[in-house]
């Protein structure tokens, strides 16, 4: 588990508040070519890989029918965070690699960190963990885009929010975080949007060393 920022950065925090959110996970095993999420799936969970690989298809024909995947997700990796954050359905679907090993992956439910008014459960600097951690996570993907189209209309999108100066550790800059956090989700599902239309990949375009995961 310490291999994941988000449930290492939390115990450092409070080992009570690191119980509370490994009782509302759950581990998922999957074996080769079983799906994991299907494209229109409504949910609040956070999926982090931790063993084998998984695939990442435009929709439940493509992944049926062995399409080349759109990308492949990694151990270490989070994806499932644009529908929780943007709370809309899932935008793409996720099977285990066929003829790979075991998957295991953790799921978080994130209802947890939904309301942001609501410290009974999880307190302030753990929500505060949580949306740096996805602000950091989603910067860095987009980054990546922005790497390798620099000219592409999007490439600057996330770098002209705004970032938060007020008060550190403050509720208020957990707002800010949050919708942040929803702004740069909508510039990523942008990008997506282009290579899922094929309007940037190719077929030959080597898409695991330019971004790990489509995040759906």
Known sequence: MNVIHLFRDIRATSEWQYDVLLKRSRLVSLSAGEPLLHVGDVDQWVYFLLRGELQV?????????????????????????????LAEPRSATIVASPGGQEIQVLAVD?????????????????????????????????????SKYPNHELANSH????????PKNSKEELLALADQARALARIL????????????????????????SILS
């Open 189 to 212: 599902l942008d990008w997506n949007a282009e290579f899922g239309s094929g309007h940037l990949a190719t077929e030959e375009a080597d898409m695991s060393d330019f971004l790990e």
């Open 159 to 166: 770098r002209r929010l705004k970032l938060y100066t007020g």
């Open 57 to 85: 298809h435009v929709d439940d024909a493509a992944a049926a029918s062995g399409d080349r995947p759109l990308a492949v997700i990694r151990p270490g990796e989070v994806f499932g965070d644009l529908s929780m954050l």
């Open 110 to 146: 994130c209802t947890l960190f939904g309301d942001l008014e609501d410290f009974s459960l999880l307190h302030l600097p753990t929500k505060l963990v949580f949306y740096r951690n996805m602000t950091h996570s989603l910067r860095w993907k987009l980054e990546v885009y922005r």
